[in-house]
């Protein structure tokens, strides 16, 4: 019974933070990285760490669940980076697209 609490509480984190996400790309792509593009490379660089930020951390949260002892059960945790790694390859994405 418990194991279902704890399954049902990530759900919810994961829901929230995909959704958290979904609003500030379109706040980023609106309002944020289009003022940084008027100053040069500036949303480039920003989208670029959002995206290895997120990358480093799939990593190893990927090295630690394969090769640490303590960590093969916990490999519902993948998601949360993950889903990070994917935002910031959104940002880079839009933020390549922008011609300024």
């Not at 919810?12 to 100053?39: D, F, N, Q, S």
């Amino acid at each position: 019974m418990e194991n279902k609490k704890k399954l049902s509480k990530f759900s919810k984190a994961v829901i929230v933070e995909i959704m958290v996400l979904c609003v500030l790309t379109v706040v980023l792509r609106i309002w944020v990285l289009p003022y940084l593009a008027h100053g040069g490379m500036l949303h480039v660089a920003l989208s670029t760490h959002v995206f290895m930020i997120g990358l480093t951390a799939t990593a190893f949260t990927l090295f630690a669940v394969f090769f640490k002892r303590g960590w093969r059960g916990h490999k519902k945790y993948i998601l949360i980076p993950g889903i990070f790694t994917v935002f910031g390859y959104i940002l880079l994405a839009l933020a390549n697209e922008m011609n300024f």
